[in-house]
């Protein structure tokens, strides 16, 4: 019994050790680099959590960092809090208001605000979540699966333009430049659905999108279609007027 108590202890450790240096593209941070590092970008994304994190919120995690990490705008990081020994970073954790029985919590730091955006807890660990989050939220250009930078700007050029007719023959003429046509149309397509029945089309047809993919029907090729459609719709997303 002894023999199998051990190898089971000798196979958490590992399991542990090994997802806590699988994270690439993501940074440990510490009581001592987190200001100085912290201060260096336009957003950083801090996981607090456990000194050896693992399971799925710690792989949609990873999945995030491999993502995001070669944008140099913006940093994933992760912060290992004991609560035991030296207790390391618990000081830390504190000071955001954060306990053990919390993790993992995520806090997003953007340059210019005082205070962080915390990760809502009421969201799901899925990686689309924390795509949205961040576009929504950390000031830096994030191009979502199926988004096309050069229109997700002119999106929320037209989500404030008193004369979005203009900014819809702007996407028009952008559209026949484009490579990626068919997605580009989706811009257009929206644009216009805004202009004919508001603002609220782009909350409704996320809802009317997600209830199709969580009936769990389609084929994969059709649900990245959706996916991506969802993420084209984001681009027009306005925080505080328009809650995705």
């Known amino acids: 019994m002894n023999n199998i108590y051990i190898l089971l202890t000798f196979a ?12 690439k593209g993501c940074v440990s941070l510490d009581e001592y680099s987190f200001d100085k590092v912290i201060s260096k970008f ?8 456990v000194s050896y994190p693992y399971g799925d919120k710690e ?13 140099k705008d913006i940093l994933i990081s992760q912060v290992g809090v004991q609560d035991y020994g030296d207790k390391n970073n618990e000081e830390l954790a504190k000071k955001y208001g954060i306990t053990k029985d919390d993790f993992p919590v995520v806090l997003l730091f953007v340059e210019g605000q005082r205070d962080p955006i915390p990760f809502p807890t009421k969201n799901e660990w899925v990686i689309d979540d924390f795509r949205h989050f961040l576009k929504d939220n950390a000031k830096v250009y994030i191009g979502l ?19 979005k007719e203009e900014k819809l023959k702007q996407a028009e003429k952008l559209l026949e430049t484009e490579k990626e046509e068919t997605n580009a149309k989706i811009y257009v397509k929206v644009m216009k659905k805004i202009i004919g029945e508001g603002l609220n089309f782009v ?3 996320v809802s009317r999108l997600n209830k199709i993919i969580k009936e ?13 459609r969802i993420n084209i719709l984001h681009s027009f997303s306005v925080k505080g007027k328009d809650e995705l």
């Open 145 to 163: 699966p199926g988004c096309i930078e050069s229109f997700d700007k002119l999106a929320l050029e037209f989500i404030s333009a008193s004369d």
């Open 12 to 23: 958490v450790i590992v399991i542990s050790v090994t997802s806590a240096h699988d994270c």
């Open 42 to 49: 336009k957003a950083v994304l801090v996981k607090f959590d």
């Open 216 to 228: 769990g029907k389609l084929i994969k090729k059709k649900k990245d279609e959706l996916l991506q």
């Open 59 to 71: 792989n949609v995690y990873i999945q995030l960092s491999e993502e995001i990490g070669k944008n």
């Open 203 to 205: 909350t409704q047809e």
